[in-house]
């Protein structure tokens, strides 16, 4: 069975770092693109970061912030989020791609599974 499973979030202050875990089961990291993606409240779900075949993508809202990372071994997706903002706030969600071109990365229908989801909020 496919599962995803996020954690790691939490409340931070301002300028503060949390690291982000999306640990994988029944499938093989190697073999799909994982992407990072979150939700704020009355907001649609934007993505954030996604990785896969060595490639790595940002939005321009966290590029020079936040880093995206992999450990096969450990099937596990990492985001690590430094220099946070209060608009950070959102709930995280991690996703893994079917079929996906480099290009749409932030296209929702190409995630056919999804973890649960981590909230995070920067806040003084």
């Known amino acids: 069975e496919v599962q995803l499973q996020a954690s790691g979030g939490g409340l931070v202050q301002p300028g503060g770092s949390l690291r982000l875990s999306c640990a994988a089961s029944g499938f093989a990291l190697d073999d799909y693109g994982i992407g990072w993606f979150r939700q704020a409240p009355g907001k649609e779900r934007e993505g954030v970061s996604f990785i896969n075949v060595g490639r790595k993508f940002y939005a321009d809202s966290v590029k020079g912030r936040f880093t995206i990372s992999r450990d096969n071994a450990k ?44 909230q995070v909020t920067v806040s003084s």
């Open 75 to 118: 099937n596990t997706v990492y985001l690590q989020m430094n220099s946070l903002k209060p608009e950070d706030t959102a709930v995280y969600y991690c996703g893994r791609a079917s079929r996906l071109p480099f290009s749409l990365w932030r296209s929702l229908p190409y995630y056919t599974y999804w973890g649960q989801g981590t």
